[in-house]
């Protein structure tokens, strides 16, 4: 693993995380940038994130956040691409079901639970009617990509998403 290290206090920051932005503007919150966090500065280290239905304490622990709204989405979900194919399937990112008026129980198409509706990343493929998660979706990206592939894919989307520091 290559990267960064302080000698005087032993940090060690790998190339994929020195080369991500600190600041970037999301989907998810549009009314302010979103800062680059680590997640036990959150009072509560067991939190989920709304936008993307995702437990912190399952993540590398970075998430990208607004102090003025205590606003916060997963890094790793922060990072998810506008569109998404797996097993030949194409799916569009929304963050809230595009259907406005519906009153079915949606759930993920990977781990078969509830998917929230409004406020919430998610893909959706109308075709085939499937809905995933999006933290699932990017999991199952990563499982059936090579590791190297994937950290490329990281780079690349969040080099959309950044502003200026």
């Given at each position: 693993m290559k990267g960064y290290i302080c000698v005087g206090c032993n940090y060690f920051i790998d190339n994929i995380c020195f080369s991500l932005p600190s600041m970037i503007q999301h989907m998810s919150h549009p009314?302010?940038?979103?800062?680059?966090?680590?997640?036990?500065?959150?009072?509560?280290?067991?939190?989920?994130?709304?936008?993307?239905?995702?437990?912190?304490?399952?993540?590398?622990?970075?998430?990208?956040?607004?102090?003025?709204?205590?606003?916060?989405?997963?890094?790793?979900?922060?990072?998810?691409?506008?569109?998404?194919?797996l097993a030949n399937v194409n799916y569009k990112l929304f963050f809230s079901f595009p259907f406005k008026h519906e009153k079915a129980i949606i759930r993920c198409n990977i781990c078969f639970e509830k998917v929230m509706t409004t406020c919430s990343l998610l893909y959706y493929n109308m075709d085939s009617d499937e809905t995933m998660h999006v933290s699932c979706a990017l999991f199952e990206e990563s499982v059936s990509n090579h590791e190297e592939m994937v950290n490329r894919l990281s780079i690349q989307r969040f080099s959309d998403l950044r502003i200026a520091d």
């Open positions: 009314q302010h940038p979103l800062k680059l966090t680590w997640y036990s500065e959150f009072q509560n280290g067991n939190l989920k994130s709304p936008a993307c239905q995702y437990y912190m304490d399952h993540t590398s622990g970075w998430a990208d956040c607004c102090t003025k709204c205590d606003f916060f989405v997963d890094r790793f979900c922060a990072g998810a691409s506008k569109t998404l194919t």
